[in-house]
């Protein structure tokens, strides 16, 4: 153990054990997954990411060795842990570096976001400098004045390799690709049985697989259409559940995504204009359903139900606030009766 820390402090990374795990340290060899809860901070103490908040819920971080993550000091660290050790690891610039990058994907993600999301076409170092839109105020400023880091880890649990299906994330790009029809399936099958929840995981995950590999094209080449038009139903499955568990400006965002690029999607409009009905937007989804009508008459009925529906809440909230300023205006009249009899 000894000579473990010396090699670690050379390095520019100091570790102190909090709590003491269990057994032998695990033989870390390539392919073996970690489960590890982890919290990092600058050295005055400021908490930047808490696996155990993050995002509202607590989610521990789950790597697979060798597979070449952004922030290679995180399985180096990992790798001198016994299962159930907390430590806490200070570590140097040159191993802190690229964290803003690798932050904004973890937060990302926590939010139900595409992990990729704010990050360009171009290289990894580049693509540090991408955070000035994303509203990371703490990471433009960790960007602007890199320092050293102190990330405190829990080590949960060490699978060996073979041990457990991989995760898209762990995937190569042909695994990726092939993975997702099957995961498309997945989705389907839980969204038939009413687990709106489970079925946009698994459509959000497999667009994040397909994000991932269009990253790697160039914008508007044969490729990277290919893998668009393979994103686009998922992304209106995924619109569909979260239709459903009342996330309609989400839909908006994403159904307007799509119409910026594919004008004359049906799905797109019609699920819009259902998000816009139920936030009250009578005259944008009345447009939508227009559309709608326009591109595919066929669905007359369906549009004129969301119509009728859309009408009749209308109605119903008109007779609520009708309510509400006939009983105030008569609680006013009663009060004014009483001061002055």
Same mark, same amino acid.
């Given at each position: ?15 102190? #054990? ?8 695990? @033989?870390?060899?390539? *392919?073996?997954? =970690? ?11 400021? =908490? ?16 697979? &060795? *060798? ?9 180096? #660290? ?10 806490? +690891?200070?570590?140097? /610039? ?21 992990? &990729?999301?704010?990050? %360009? ?6 693509? /540090? ?15 602007? !004045? ?11 649990? #060490? ?20 993975? =997702? ?5 997945? *989705? ?46 998922? &992304? &209106? ?15 908006? @965002? ?5 119409? !910026? ?10 699920? %819009? ?5 139920? =936030? ?5 989804? %009345?447009?939508? +359903? ?41 609680? *006013? ?9």
């Amino acid at each position: 153990m000894e000579e473990l820390a010396f090699k670690l402090s050379a390095d520019g990374i100091h570790k102190k #054990v909090l709590s003491p795990g269990k057994g032998e340290i695990s @033989d870390y060899v390539d *392919g073996t997954k =970690v489960r590890f809860h982890y919290r990092s901070s600058l050295c005055d103490g400021t =908490v930047l990411d808490d696996s155990r908040t993050m995002g509202g819920k607590s989610k521990p971080m789950e790597l697979i &060795l *060798g597979k070449k993550f952004k922030l290679p000091v995180w399985e180096r #660290v990992v790798s001198t842990m016994r299962t159930g050790e907390i430590a806490e +690891f200070t570590c140097d /610039v040159k191993h802190t570096a690229l964290y803003p990058l690798v932050s904004q994907s973890l937060r990302n993600i926590s939010m139900g976001k595409d992990p &990729l999301e704010g990050q %360009r076409h171009c290289c990894g170092i580049a693509q /540090v400098h991408s955070h000035h839109s994303q509203g990371h105020k703490d990471l433009e400023q960790l960007q602007a !004045n890199p320092q050293p880091l102190i990330f405190t880890m829990e080590l949960l649990e #060490v699978l060996p390799p073979g041990s457990f299906s991989l995760e898209t994330w762990a995937m190569t790009d042909e695994e990726k690709l092939s993975a =997702v029809p099957q995961i498309h399936e997945e *989705g389907n099958a839980l969204f038939k049985k009413g687990d709106t929840e489970g079925a946009a995981e698994k459509y959000y995950n497999a667009i994040a697989c397909l994000k991932n590999l269009q990253m790697k094209e160039q914008p508007g080449d044969e490729p990277w259409i290919k893998l668009d038009l393979m994103i686009t139903p998922l &992304l &209106l499955n995924y619109c569909q559940c979260k239709l459903v568990q009342g996330q309609y400006y989400e839909v908006l @965002d994403h159904c307007s995504s799509l119409l !910026n690029k594919y004008e004359d999607n049906v799905k797109a409009y019609f699920k %819009r204009g259902k998000a816009h009905a139920a =936030v009250w937007n009578e005259t944008e989804a %009345r447009a939508d +359903f227009e559309k709608v009508l326009e591109l595919d008459p066929s669905l007359g009925p369906a549009v004129a139900r969301e119509i009728r529906a859309m009408e009749d809440r209308i109605r119903e909230k008109d007779k609520e606030e009708k309510g509400r300023y006939k009983n105030l205006f008569t609680s *006013g009249s009663s009060s004014a009766a009483a001061t002055t009899s």
